[in-house]
């Protein structure tokens, strides 16, 4: 599976920003979509993910402030993320895992400053 994930960027504390991810050539029906977060020297930590029906988990830290959505038909996900603060900076991957195995997308930094 191939992930294309856009929508980072540069924003203010309290603004919004809207994260997009794509999937494509998964050659199975994608059951989990989610969201990770990565900060330097740290690991990978679940920001949110859905499930196919919908059914939706969020770290403590967003929610309230982060709502997960995707498009079956598109294998797409996005995360809405509003009233940003700035220990929400990091890259953000998005990913698929199947079985065992985690397929992530290249990353795409969110930076929110004070």
């Known amino acids: 599976v191939q992930l294309q994930a856009s929508g980072g960027g540069l924003v203010q504390a309290g603004g919004s920003l809207r994260l997009t991810c794509a999937a494509s050539?998964?050659?199975?029906?994608?059951?989990?979509m989610g969201w990770y977060r990565q900060v330097p020297g740290n690991e990978r930590n679940l920001v949110a993910r859905?499930?196919?029906?919908?059914?939706?988990e969020y770290a403590d830290s967003v929610k309230g402030r982060f709502t997960i959505s995707r498009d079956n038909p598109t294998s797409t996900v996005w995360l809405q993320m509003d009233n940003l603060k700035p220990e929400d900076t990091g890259v953000y991957y998005c990913?698929?895992?199947?079985?065992?195995?985690?397929?992530w997308g290249p990353g795409t930094l969110v930076t929110v400053s004070s």
């Open positions: 859905i499930t196919y029906g919908g059914v939706t």
């Open positions: 990913n698929v895992p199947r079985g065992s195995t985690d397929n």
């Open positions: 050539r998964s050659g199975f029906i994608i059951n989990v």
